[in-house]
């Protein structure tokens, strides 16, 4: 049973546009978020993050949005670069019974172009 | 230099060999995760670790072992190698203590089984 879902495998979008990243969560243990970015042929790395009792942080040109009533957090990207083309993944961590393990979703793949 | 690091970085092997994945780090983290990344699934779990004494299985256990020779290194076995496990391995670390919960990963070792 997946606890984190990343529901769109791939998304598309033009280089100076909004990008934006969905992920929804199932366990209400969770209580802080992460995004990861993978770049074939490296491992991942981390982005930004958010605590549950945020709904919102920014770091630059991403901003995290979390909705914890709907389960919901989502990673903007504004504007798109190319360079921003990678792997993302949405991760989660609480103490519902995994000591406090990051639970990853499978990955939605970001492809900006010029 | 590289914070965490893994070798080999590729290896192709046959089915019922023995294969060891090693993975140290430099950056002083007393936790440190092996993982497992098939295309379309994320990253699962496969043990962890939060200290030199302290061992646990993660999602996905079955037909590994691991052992922790050290802080700083971290090795991931494969007793029996069979062609399923081909796959892309990552190691991570992380600080102990739940502030912080941001995890760093190796660039990974691509295993083939055939």
């Known amino acids: 049973d997946q606890q984190v879902k990343q529901n769109s495998p791939s998304l598309s979008v033009q280089e100076g546009r909004i990008s934006i990243l969905n992920c929804d969560y199932t366990n209400s243990m969770f209580d802080y978020f992460l995004w990861y970015k993978k770049y074939p042929a490296e491992g991942p790395t981390f982005l930004i993050s958010i605590s549950s009792i945020k709904d919102k942080n920014e770091d630059g040109r991403f901003t995290v949005f979390l909705n914890k009533s709907a389960k919901h957090l989502s990673l903007h990207i504004v504007p798109s670069q190319p360079g921003d083309s990678a792997v993302y993944f949405c991760a989660a961590i609480g103490y519902g019974g995994s000591q406090g393990n990051l639970i990853f979703g499978k990955g939605t793949k970001l492809s900006v172009k010029p | 230099d590289a914070d965490v690091t893994q070798t080999p970085r590729n290896r192709i092997t046959k089915t019922g060999k023995r294969i060891m994945l090693e993975c140290s780090q430099t950056?002083?983290?007393?936790?440190m995760y092996w993982y497992r990344q098939d295309p379309g699934l994320g990253l699962q779990l496969i043990y962890y670790?939060?200290?030199?004494?302290?061992?646990n299985k993660g999602e996905i256990s079955d037909g590994y072992s691991v052992s922790r020779q050290a802080q700083a290194k971290f090795s991931l076995s494969l007793e029996s190698a069979i062609p399923n496990q081909t796959a892309l391995y990552f190691c991570a670390t992380s600080h102990g203590g739940r502030a912080y919960n941001e995890q760093f990963f190796g660039p990974g070792t691509r295993l083939t089984v055939l």
């Open positions: 670790s939060f200290d030199v004494k302290d061992i």
């Open positions: 950056k002083g983290h007393d936790r």
